[in-house]
């Protein structure tokens, strides 16, 4: 079974940066495209980034693009999320997911992972 655990939110000021990470357990890493998706109140959870299997293939939503960055090490089978020059309006719960794949598509819709992570919340003070 996998399970994804979160970690490295908080509360930061504005302009400042936080890393995220998420460690997969219970299969291969290697073998799963790896997401973050974010969720604030009453809003629907939103696409972040995506990583193919291999890392080879980042890509970031436009509204985080220049100042996200996902990355990941699959010797420590753990996928990060930098970010940078951090807004208020940034502040939500950060979920990681994970989708079995060894193609580099890129998955951006919440229907297309199997797996998520409990989720890391994430305060951007103004």
């Known amino acids: 079974q996998v399970q994804l655990v979160e970690s490295g939110g908080g509360l930061v000021q504005a302009g400042g940066s936080l890393r995220l990470s998420c460690e997969l357990s219970g299969r291969t890493f290697s073998w799963y495209a790896m997401g973050w998706f974010r969720q604030a109140p009453e809003k629907e959870r939103e696409f972040v980034a995506s990583?193919?299997?291999?890392?080879?293939?980042?890509y970031e939503a436009d509204s985080v693009k220049g100042r996200f960055t996902i990355s990941r090490d699959n010797a420590k089978n753990t996928v990060y999320l930098q970010m940078n020059s951090l807004k208020p309006e940034d502040t939500a719960v950060y979920y990681c997911a994970a989708a079995e794949s060894s193609t580099d598509y890129i998955r951006r819709r919440a229907y297309e992972y199997d797996y998520w992570g409990q989720g890391t919340q994430v305060n951007v003070a103004s």
């Open positions: 990583i193919n299997w291999s890392g080879s293939t980042p």
